[in-house]
Antibody
């Protein structure tokens, strides 16, 4: 059974980069057909898809994040990473990593990690 | 591309059936095929309930069903139980912004 686990700092200062790691077990990040995604949820709000990295390394990001986001794969560690630059208070959210398969639904989620942007 | 629209809240009594709608902003072939539904309890990650409009993953109760008519997808919960009280989100896959989530619907079991 696939499991995902987010890790990273819970507090980030405004204008600094936010970096998170998702560690995957029970599946391989370089197995074909999976889109490894980051999704966030601001306090009391809905879900926002941030971006994905495909097993091949190709990426696609939410245009609303205006070039601030990047996602990387580490196949040896079976992990993928999120980097969000120039953060503001509006980036305060619970960040989830998730897997979507070829039928394009998110069938596995991490437990989520709260990141607060504050000085 | 605009996010799908969901009602902010619905309610029902135990044993009843309720339906939550999810309306796409404009006709979109992708929306028609790749709609999924998620249940989120407080403090927990979303859980997949329905994918591909009407398919249930193994382990999900058959009290949950999905359908689509035109540009509106629907999630129906039959035989409502107290444990169904949660937030429900729809998601559609589009070619421009691959995944868009609806704003969520809070289900209250009276």
């Amino acid at each position: 059974q696939v499991q995902l686990q987010e890790s990273g700092p819970g507090l980030v200062k405004p204008s600094e980069p936010l970096s998170l790691t998702c560690t995957v077990s029970g599946d391989s990040v370089n197995s074909g057909g999976n889109y490894w995604s980051w999704i966030r949820q601001s306090p009391g709000k809905g879900l926002e898809w941030i971006g994905y990295i495909y097993y091949s390394g190709s990426t696609h990001f939410n245009p609303s994040l205006k070039g601030r986001v990047s996602i990387f794969l580490d196949t040896s560690g079976n992990q993928f990473f999120l980097r969000l630059t120039s953060v503001t208070a509006a980036d305060t959210a619970v960040y989830y990593c998730a897997r979507a398969g070829s039928t394009l639904e998110f069938d596995a989620w991490g437990q989520g990690t709260l990141v607060t942007v504050s000085s | 591309q605009s996010a799908p629209t969901q009602p902010a809240s619905v309610s029902g009594s135990p044993g009843q059936s309720i339906t939550i709608s999810c309306t796409g902003a404009s006709p979109d072939v992708d929306f028609s095929h790749y709609v999924s539904w998620y249940q989120q309890r407080p403090g927990k990650a979303p859980k997949l309930l329905i994918y591909g409009v009407s398919n249930r993953p193994s382990g999900v109760s058959n009290r949950f069903s999905g359908s689509k008519s035109g540009n509106t997808a629907s999630l129906t919960i039959s035989g409502l139980q107290a444990e169904d009280e949660a937030d429900y989100f729809c998601s559609s896959y589009t070619s421009n912004t691959p995944w868009l989530f609806g704003g969520g619907t809070k289900l209250t079991v009276l």
